[in-house]
């Protein structure tokens, strides 16, 4: 039978799934977690950085494709900068286990927060929360729902119904839509400096859809455009690079 649901989730959430003895391979040390809780698994990684000065921590959450065997190798730009970052892969993603929804999300989010500021003995305050493409409007949820340190957002959709509007323009999409991920909603609650950065060629997340998230920034917030940038390749442009030193600095 068909399944409007589920033909949505295939769409928006190409996951990855990974053996539970899968070994994580990355060139810098890493530690691989497991949070249990009402028989939902979820797996994480934790890298600390890698230069001399500790500068924060960074709380990043990915896109909708693939497994934090993938984004890991993102890490580097962040440990190489001094801050430490955590990353969890979301419900059947990776080696996490659970059914899937936006509130599941959501709510997964929130409660791994929570942990690790337990675990590592630092409060939402001293957190940087990172979100990119999918991972953006589940960063700007949690930051609005929590004191943290700084927001930063890579490829950004206004909600998820502005991007489907992109795509086919017709469709009533707000009925048919399970997964809506309102952006645009969530960061005016957002109290922390925000940093936004997009690439005017991203025919993925459309950088016109990211670009109508910055008439509701605050007047210092920033919000930087990488010329030629593509959805997947924004840390290949020295600019982007530049432009991250210079929002994480303002944090040390």
Do not use: C
């Not at 896109?63 to 990353?87: E, P, W």
């Not at 996490?96 to 590592?120: C, M, P, R």
């Not at 700007?140 to 890579?154: D, R, Y």
């Amino acid at each position: 039978m068909f399944s409007a649901r589920a033909f949505q989730e295939k769409i928006i959430f190409q996951a990855k799934p990974l053996p539970h003895n899968h070994q994580y391979v990355f060139q810098q040390p890493f530690t691989e977690l497991f949070f249990d809780k009402e028989g939902v698994k979820i797996n994480a990684l934790h890298f600390p950085a890698t230069s001399q000065i500790k500068k924060g921590m960074i709380f990043y959450l990915h896109g909708n494709a693939g497994n934090i065997q993938k984004y890991g190798l993102r890490a580097i730009h962040f440990t190489s900068k001094g801050y430490d970052v955590f990353m969890m892969d979301y419900r059947t993603f990776g080696k996490s286990t659970g059914e899937l929804s936006e509130a599941a999300i959501h709510n997964d989010v929130q409660w791994i927060f929570e942990e690790v500021q337990t675990k590592y003995g630092q409060p939402a305050s001293e957190w940087i929360v990172y979100g990119r493409s999918l991972g953006t409007g589940i960063a700007t949820h949690l930051a609005s729902n929590n004191e943290v340190k700084q927001l930063i957002l890579e490829t950004p959709y206004f909600n998820l119904i502005d991007v489907a509007k992109g795509y086919f323009p017709l469709l009533p999409y707000n009925k048919l839509l399970k997964y809506t991920f309102q952006t645009d909603q969530w960061i005016q609650e957002v109290k922390a400096p925000i940093a936004i950065f997009h690439g005017t060629k991203d025919w993925i997340v459309p950088y016109k859809s990211g670009i109508k998230l910055q008439r509701l920034l605050k007047v210092s917030d920033q919000f930087y455009t990488i010329p030629n940038g593509g959805h997947n390749n924004l840390f290949t442009f020295p600019r982007y690079h530049e432009w991250m030193r210079e929002v994480l600095d303002k944090n040390d």
